[in-house]
């Protein structure tokens, strides 16, 4: 396989994990091994953050943030601005390098790192926003308002199925919102993070940011608990499991800290007769066979009215016989692998679950053999009719695994929908005005985001981003996540001669 491109973003077998922007910070001794899904071969060493080396970084990124801060937000933008021309120079690269490292389809790594583009180019158009409020003071020769300042540190911890997008989501607007960051990125795609620093880095350094502004951390979670026990990290904004936030969430609130967690999806579509179901095929089949099955916002249930449910069934079945599963660097192939072994015995356990537990395999799944398949980490998507209350169901199973589940009044499929622990992303395909209308009122779907005649999967950087319940109550990427890195304060001027209370309350000396 040609991986030239890892030559062009900087990589090579042995790579240091610890960085303050410009340079590394002491020399590991220990180091991640990060193995490609694809083929199961090394594609290089990383090095793990030590404590000792941690505190360098902070104390670095305290006194970026003393300078950066006072960087007009403009100015902050610009930099920003010059990072998405670098991505766009590197796009083919870096989308080549998240589908090695991580496994997904090449068409989706080049669509992450235009994500990354995209969110550069929003967070420049919002470094000239960060808008405040004035109000009207009920005593005379007051003026009050509200504006925003940055936090300070932020620290980022992302998960392996968004190696690089979920990184600038947070980085991009936190960086304007005069934030500096420290990124702890998943010890299953290390490679991605230091490619991302290696294309920025060059932008930092032309535009004479103090080194700092963007520091790397890596290693497993001990790692990442440096920054969660850290009061000097005001923000932890942690991606991945809702196991895993439950222990962040905890840990951060306990030193009264503030945390941004975007955590599972149980994601479902539900499907009505009203339905067009050539829409209803193409976002079921990318929603549940998309990344392998391995994002938060995968399809993981389709509730299906009994009318139509044997023809959808049906249409299902055929779409997936014409999957094609390999390569993820053959733009013809639509799967990939799982990110490794560990998942696909998930996935095995999964598939005995659903059958110990009443339900039925309509289309098998199971570990693909071959040459091709070597790494062990290919996997059939499969799926499986069931009830909404199984325990398999209520649990989120990050593999390519489809639920179909019937319902009789709508109702009814907006009660099973909503009737999981996760709330991420939902949808509905129906022509029916007054069904997608009852979907999304305050009786319809209890998501973060709910969609009508498109699918669970795929969101556009424009809209907050995030869910309720177990999935944590995040927002990042647009509308105003931006608030989130900021702190409010609220401003009174007296511009008086005289010195009046609120309230009407007198204090005479």
């Given at each position: 396989?040609?991986?030239?491109?890892l030559k062009q973003l900087g990589l090579n077998k042995s790579n240091e994990g610890t960085w303050t922007g410009r340079k590394s910070v002491g020399k590991s001794t220990e180091f991640i091994e990060s193995y490609s899904p694809v083929d199961g071969k090394l594609i290089g060493k990383v090095g793990i953050t030590s404590e000792k080396d941690y505190t360098k970084v902070v104390r670095k990124a305290e006194d970026a943030f003393k300078k950066w801060r006072k960087v007009p937000a403009p100015k902050r933008g610009e930099v920003i601005r010059q990072y998405g021309d670098a991505l766009r120079e590197n796009k083919d690269a870096l989308g080549r390098l998240v589908s090695y490292e991580m496994g997904k389809s090449l068409q989706e790594g080049w669509g992450e790192v235009q994500e990354m583009i995209d969110i550069c180019d929003f967070a420049v158009g919002l470094s000239r926003q960060l808008y405040g409020l004035t109000m009207h003071s009920e005593r005379p020769g007051h003026r009050m308002y509200?504006?925003?300042?940055?936090?300070?540190?932020?620290g980022i911890i992302s998960a392996f199925n968004f190696p690089v997008a979920v990184w600038s989501w947070n980085a991009m607007i936190a960086m304007v919102c005069g934030d500096v960051c420290i990124w702890k990125a998943s010890e299953k795609t290390p490679l991605c993070a230091i490619a991302c620093n290696n294309i920025f880095q060059k932008v930092?350094?032309?535009?004479?940011v103090p080194e700092g502004v963007n520091c790397i951390i890596n290693g497993d979670y001990k790692v990442g608990e440096y920054m969660t026990y850290d009061p000097r990290v005001p923000l932890i904004s942690a991606t991945g499991s809702s196991r895993m936030g439950k222990i962040v969430g905890s840990v951060v609130a306990s030193r009264l800290g503030k945390s941004l967690l975007e955590l599972g999806g149980n994601n479902a579509i539900i499907v009505t007769p009203n339905s067009d179901l050539n829409v209803v095929l193409?976002?079921?089949?990318?929603?549940?066979?998309?990344?392998?099955?391995?994002r938060c916002t995968?399809?993981?249930r389709l509730i299906i009215h009994e009318s139509i449910y044997s023809k959808v069934s049906s249409q299902l079945k055929k779409a997936y016989k014409q999957l094609k599963i390999g390569n993820p660097l053959d733009p013809n192939m639509h799967v990939g692998p799982l990110?490794?072994?560990?998942?696909?015995?998930?996935?095995?356990?999964s598939i005995k679950a659903?059958?110990?537990?009443?339900?039925?395999?309509?289309?098998?799944?199971?570990?693909?053999?071959g040459d091709e398949y070597d790494s062990g980490c290919y996997v059939k998507p499969c799926i499986a009719e069931v009830e909404n209350h199984y325990k398999i169901v209520q649990h989120e199973t990050f593999a390519p695994i489809l639920y179909l589940i019937k319902y009789n009044e709508l109702e009814e499929a907006i009660q099973m929908q909503n009737n999981v622990p996760q709330g991420l992303s939902s949808a509905i395909m129906t022509n029916n005005l007054k069904e997608a209308e009852l979907f999304l009122s305050s009786a319809g779907s209890d998501c973060g985001i709910a969609n009508v005649n498109i699918g669970t999967s795929g969101a556009e950087i424009g809209g907050a981003f995030g869910g309720e319940k177990e999935t944590g109550g995040g927002r990042e990427s647009g509308s105003d996540a931006w608030k989130a890195y900021m702190r409010r304060q609220t401003n009174t001027i007296n511009y008086s001669d005289e010195l009046p209370l609120a309230q009407g309350i007198k204090f005479d000396l």
């Open positions: 396989m040609n991986t030239n491109f509200e504006q925003w300042h940055p936090l300070g540190i932020v930092l350094k032309a535009n004479k193409a976002g079921a089949v990318f929603g549940a066979v998309g990344t392998c099955g391995q995968s399809t993981r990110i490794d072994k560990d998942a696909v015995e998930a996935y095995l356990n659903i059958k110990e537990q009443g339900g039925k395999m309509l289309v098998p799944g199971g570990v693909l053999k």
